[in-house]
């Protein structure tokens, strides 16, 4: 299926407006759950920083214009009724923006400049052009003119002022600009490309994406267009910590790339572009540490480790090979087998405590549900679902080491999997229901967490028995748009609880696999579809209200967006009704 050329129409109040590879977007959303008035130049450099505000003005008052803004993947419109402002990418880090009737501001988004923070502004005689230099994100903003005239203020002024400059129409009735992300120098800005040419490049270099991410969608996945958007926008170059081509959680708030989330990704570009699934898949182990732990997160000026993420990996790469076009080859694998028995041990030995068969967690954030009932007992815990995951990358590892013709280290990882599974069974299994064991006591509870169900990921290794209980007890917290992480009925639910109610995309796809994988096809065809649904109604949220729907928290969340082209894909490939 061809894309309309200029896809998908979206609010920039959900999603920000960027391209593939940008490390800055154009967006109201100017911090954590904060929406300024005006639209912003965005910057995740150093984290996320407003840089410059961008305000169309009434050409008679001089005052802000009433606008309607508008957004596509290849273009950004203000429309009022003097004219209209447009915006589009002409590379990742440069836009180009032109106006009729309608005059634009540009200005520094922080008032107040000290010796160590805000952004300073100047005239550069050296390229024609004007400066913004921000100490948050270490870069600088150049504008250039290409057609009109520019009226500069706050121009070398120190401490508090307005610092920007307005652009308006020429005799021709039209201003033109370039505005760009750099460094320290390069030269001038020379506009050899017509402004409609801009926009056409960038519409077909996103029609060309979500062709090769989403070929098989339809009519029954309305949605697709939109992840792939939200994929494709979240795209940034290689850049300081970042050392692949790498796909930031958003281009809002939650700007990085956190060490679970990240496999979500690599399985939905795989198929369409395996070389950027990989990247996305290696790039937490890039700094996976001498211990062999991954960082809880990556941006790009921050390595996180105070924490550590599940170790759902070895599920996720069994799934990303099938899905590659082409197996990986000998070396892809090797380094891959290297990096996961790495990670694999680190469970083993510095997460089991003296005698101990199973692995715990030492809080909720390195389980990824970090305040999930489950851990309202005691945070240093051993639960079912680690040693759930782990049992599975360990059953990777085998499945790698006999593609390597390593059959020792197989036949050790295959027994180290059956004994992980059935020490989780003897300790944690009570006949009805899993339990969480305090790593240093012993004691034992239950939830009404969904966590606490998650072994079923397990699939086809779990007896027929105990998933058949889990799969009525998963039942129970399907609400009519998901997967509910608490149960509704439970004292401790919370409609925007974080991962104590709401429906949470990793949470709905490793369900779903692990059902299906089980036999549990109704229930998954089930899950699926209300997921579906629910992202068709509401969007991409990092997370949705399981009574409403409502999206919450980061409204452009991407392993939201893969999670849905995961399911759509199967759907359609099931030819489901």
Not at 333 to 350: K, M, N, P, V
Request: with cysteine.
């Amino acid at each position: 299926m061809t894309a309309d050329r200029s896809g998908p129409a979206f609010s920039v109040h959900d999603i920000p407006f960027s391209t593939y590879g940008s490390w800055f977007g154009i967006s109201p959303v100017v911090a954590e759950k904060t929406y300024a008035e005006d639209l912003h130049l965005v910057s995740h450099q150093n984290g996320m920083h407003a840089v410059l505000r961008l305000v169309p003005l009434d050409s008679a008052t001089g005052d802000r214009a009433e606008t309607r803004v508008e957004a596509t993947p290849g273009l950004l419109s203000w429309t009022g009724t003097q004219g209209r402002v447009d915006l589009a990418y002409e590379s990742p880090d440069t836009v180009r923006l032109r106006g009729a009737g309608l005059p634009l501001r540009i200005s520094a988004a922080a008032r107040t400049l000290t010796p160590f923070s805000g952004t300073y502004f100047f005239r550069d005689p050296a390229a024609d052009a004007y400066v913004f230099t921000s100490y948050e994100t270490g870069c600088r903003y150049r504008v250039t003119v290409l057609a009109g005239t520019a009226d500069a203020f706050g121009g070398q002024a120190l401490g508090s002022a307005d610092r920007g400059l307005t652009v308006a129409a020429d005799a021709d009735g039209r201003w033109e600009i370039a505005v760009e992300e750099l460094d320290t120098s390069r030269p001038p800005h020379v506009s050899t490309t017509a402004f409609a040419k801009v926009v056409e490049a960038a519409h077909n270099s996103f029609a060309d994406f979500v062709d090769t991410v989403a070929p098989w969608r339809t009519s029954a996945t309305p949605a697709a267009e939109l992840a792939a958007y939200v994929l494709w926008s979240a795209t940034v170059r290689p850049a300081g910590l970042v050392t692949r081509p790498g796909v930031l959680m958003s281009k809002h708030w939650m700007d990085k790339v956190w060490s679970w989330d990240h496999c979500f990704n690599a399985l939905a570009l795989a198929p369409g572009y395996p070389e950027l699934a990989l990247d996305q898949f290696q790039l937490p182990f890039d700094h996976q540490d001498e211990s062999g732990a991954l960082p809880d997160s990556v941006t790009h000026s921050e390595v996180l480790r105070n924490f550590v993420k599940p170790p759902i990996h070895g599920w996720a790469f069994g799934r990303l090979r099938r899905r590659l076009p082409t197996p990986p080859g000998r070396a892809d694998l090797e380094g891959t087998y290297d990096r996961l028995e790495r990670w694999t041990e680190f469970w083993l030995t510095a997460r089991r405590a003296p005698g101990a068969e199973l692995p715990h967690y030492q809080h909720g954030n390195d389980s990824g549900w970090d305040n999930a009932t489950t851990f309202d007992p005691a945070r240093v815990v051993v639960t079912a679902d680690l040693a759930a995951f782990l049992t599975l990358q360990l059953r990777e590892l085998a499945t790698l080491a006999t593609h390597l013709d390593r059959p020792d280290d197989a036949l050790r990882w295959t027994r180290t999997a059956e004994a992980t599974q059935e020490a989780m069974l003897a300790q944690l299994w009570k006949g009805d229901r899993f339990v969480a064991q305090g790593a240093d006591g012993g004691d034992t509870w239950d939830s009404s967490s969904l966590l606490d169900l998650m072994p079923i990921v397990l699939g086809e290794y779990l007896p027929d028995d105990i998933g058949a209980v889990l799969a009525d007890r998963i039942e129970a917290h399907l609400t009519p748009y998901g997967l509910a992480t608490e149960l509704p009925t439970s004292p401790h639910y919370l409609a925007d609880g974080y991962w104590r109610g709401p429906i949470w995309a990793p949470a709905t796809v490793l369900v779903e696999d692990g059902l299906r994988r089980a036999g549990h096809h109704r229930l998954s065809d089930e899950i699926s579809a209300r997921f579906r649904g629910l992202c068709e109604t509401h969007g991409f949220a990092e997370n949705f209200d399981a009574l409403t729907g409502t999206g919450l928290r980061d409204r452009a969340y991407t392993w939201t967006a893969a999670a849905y082209l995961l399911l759509a894909e199967a759907h359609t490939q099931r030819g489901d009704r």
